[in-house]
């Protein structure tokens, strides 16, 4: 039976999520944060309620007519915020039990959750007794009903034997001294809420506290303009003991119950509350056992390529095992819907969990890939992060290598290899650059031109720089044999794992890290479609377009569009002509829905990239790599 429920609720939100995500995006997807949105809701009705308890005569005579000042006084101000802070307690109370509905639907309550389940129960509990107090305070006939109920309601458990009814028969059996009680209460509660809240969340790995802005912006407005438009009031005047009041309008939020106080035995009230309570607090460990079957005992996780295995707990997700134990890795929702979280399995084996299609599609299934807020482990695994902000996060290394081939590919260009001492190898993504280190310590930046398959020899494409030092220096002095020091694994311009066809825009050199990002994705089967265009100034700068037009030839998803801004008539060239990014975009006018990656000099970039955004381009879905003399560097590629 709960299987069954927990089915057809993960099947509700699945689908409520997957409208939301489209509505607001799956970044500021309200049913994502409802855990933090609680919190910032509490803010909310803490805040107005210092300013109320400002003005509140904590009286007998006092209270009621302090009340209404607020209200009506300076609506403006205090009627404004004792509407804010009944609607802001509602909400609340709403997205404290979609949270915990929520979780129960996902079954994420048992195992080591069961302290977070457990402490939200208590929290529920704690929130609901101090709404209650809250409704006593104004002193309307509202009060006096929540009042007299209240404490009829507790005269039944023994030892109370109906004393605690007994002081609301006369109106002098209410005193100043008990309105302070109830204020002070008021105060105490609430403080032992935010504790509870505080120790709830202590068990989950980076838990948020705080949702994004834009929901807390538009959750303030929405309040705000429902407590213009239906304020909250004070219900039939001041409280009268002697006369009981016929005709309420009751929050459903907080007094669900009190009906049933009058129409059941209070055997059956008490019963029925300390039943749910029980059952709920101990689902945890109640049946089905399929879940904890499943995923019984603690596995280990391995990341990018790492030598130390991190422990995971029973039915703890891959992201959750990462934080607890520090490791810096990419997540937002944290339910399975934006991706950013995304990693490859490359050993072991995972139960996806549940996600949205969009974030994890079979193909990227199909590749091993998975989303570590999702997956659970059924073996110990080793997965590879896939970071939206660029490669994996390799350590960066000191090595030492010979110069093993200086091969001139153009006047002004060489194509200079470097072989690692036996057994040796650098880790690094398709993309990404190196430093090579000069004798005194200056550093010079060049792309890998090599697929990251053999990390034992490595392949960089030289551009004569007049002036240039270290080019000087291999261009005329360099001999094979020779040492070179570098440092590396660099840069963030690396390919993103997505379904979405892709436009590669190279000017001279920058050929270098496009040609290693290519071969490596014709290397992995990559089946996304792919254009090269390459633009440089003569024809002779074209130095591997051979290369080029063979990966043509071979791959049927990538073309090739080389383009010439200086065509020399020698030259017979009767290809494209002009700036590469302007023959792009005579290609290519819409680029809505495309990922480009723009490598080159600054001066290109700079032209190339505003025009692509002009043109409909997600600026989000643009990589550069921009090329800047050793003069201007900071550790970006350059000559």
Not at 459 to 477: D, K, Y
Request: hydrophobic share 45%.
């Amino acid at each position: 039976m709960i299987a069954g429920l927990q089915s057809l609720l993960r099947w509700a939100f699945m689908r409520v999520e997957a409208l939301f995500n489209r509505a607001f995006g799956d970044r500021v997807n309200p049913l994502y944060h409802l855990g933090s949105i609680t919190f910032w809701l509490f803010w909310l009705v803490a805040g107005s309620g210092l300013y109320l308890y400002a003005f509140f005569e904590t009286g007998v005579a006092g209270a009621y007519d302090s009340v209404e000042a607020l209200t009506h006084g300076q609506w403006y101000a205090g009627g404004i915020l004792r509407s804010v802070h009944r609607y802001a307690s509602d909400a609340m109370v709403l997205t404290m039990l979609l949270h915990m509905v929520r979780h129960f639907a996902f079954d994420r309550m048992r195992g080591w959750r069961w302290f977070s389940w457990v402490s939200g129960v208590a929290l529920i509990w704690g929130v609901y007794i101090s709404g209650i107090n809250g409704y006593m305070l104004p002193w309307d006939q509202l009060a006096q009903f929540v009042i007299v109920a209240s404490f009829e309601w507790l005269d039944w458990l023994p030892g109370f034997g109906g004393a605690m009814a007994r002081n609301f028969l006369y109106e002098s059996s209410v005193n100043d001294r008990f309105f302070s009680l109830l204020a002070f209460m008021h105060i105490g509660l609430p403080l032992l809420v935010l504790l509870l809240m505080w120790v709830h969340v202590q068990r989950i790995p980076k838990a948020s506290t705080s949702p994004p802005r834009p929901i807390m912006l538009s959750l303030g407005l929405t309040l705000l303009v429902l407590s213009l438009v239906r304020p909250a009031l004070s219900q039939g005047g001041a409280a009268t003991l002697g006369v009981s009041p016929t005709e309420l309008r009751l929050d459903w939020f907080y007094l669900t119950v009190f009906p049933l106080l009058y129409l059941w035995p209070m055997a059956q009230v008490w019963a029925l509350l300390v039943a749910a309570t029980a059952v709920i607090t101990l689902v945890p460990w109640l049946p089905p056992r399929w879940r904890r079957a499943k995923t019984a005992g603690e596995f280990h996780m391995t990341v990018d390529d790492g030598t130390q295995a991190h422990p995971v707990r029973a039915g703890e997700t891959l992201l959750d095992a990462g934080l607890r134990a520090g490791l810096d890795l990419p997540y937002e929702c944290r339910n399975g819907a934006c991706g950013l979280c995304l990693c490859t399995v490359q050993h072991g084996e995972v139960d996806h969990g549940p996600f949205q299609e969009s974030a994890l599609p079979e193909s990227l299934r199909a590749q091993g890939q998975t989303l570590m807020c999702c997956a659970t482990p059924r073996s110990d695994v080793a997965i590879e992060v896939v970071r939206a902000d660029g490669p994996r996060r390799t350590a960066v290394h000191t090595y030492e290598g010979r110069v093993e081939t200086l091969e001139r590919l153009a006047p002004e260009l060489i194509r200079l290899t470097i072989a690692l001492p036996p057994g040796q190898q650098i880790r690094f993504t398709a993309g990404q650059y190196i430093n090579i280190i000069l004798e005194d310590g200056q550093r010079r930046a060049y792309s890998f031109a090599s697929a990251p398959d053999n990390g034992s020899t490595i392949e960089l494409h030289i551009g004569l720089v007049p002036g240039g030092r270290f080019t000087g220096h291999v261009f005329n002095a360099m001999q094979v044999g020779d040492l070179l020091r570098f440092e590396g694994p660099l840069g963030q311009f690396t390919l993103r794992e997505s379904e979405r066809p892709i436009l590669f825009i190279a000017g001279a050199t920058g050929f270098a890290p496009v040609k290693s990002i290519l071969e490596d994705a014709f290397q992995r089967g990559l089946r996304r479609p792919m254009w090269l265009y390459w633009g440089v100034r003569r024809r002779d700068n074209l130095y591997l377009a051979r290369l080029a037009e063979q990966w043509q030839a071979q791959h049927d998803n990538f073309h090739f569009v080389p383009v010439l801004s200086e065509a020399d008539p020698a030259d017979a060239w009767t290809g494209r002509q002009g700036l590469v990014h302007e023959a792009m975009l005579a290609d290519f006018p819409d680029m809505r829905g495309y990922e480009i990656y723009v490598c080159g000099s600054v001066r290109m970039v700079e032209a190339a990239v505003p025009a692509f955004i002009g043109h409909g381009l997600d600026e989000n879905l643009c990589f550069t790599d921009a090329f800047v003399p050793a003069a201007r560097r900071d550790s970006a590629p350059a000559d």
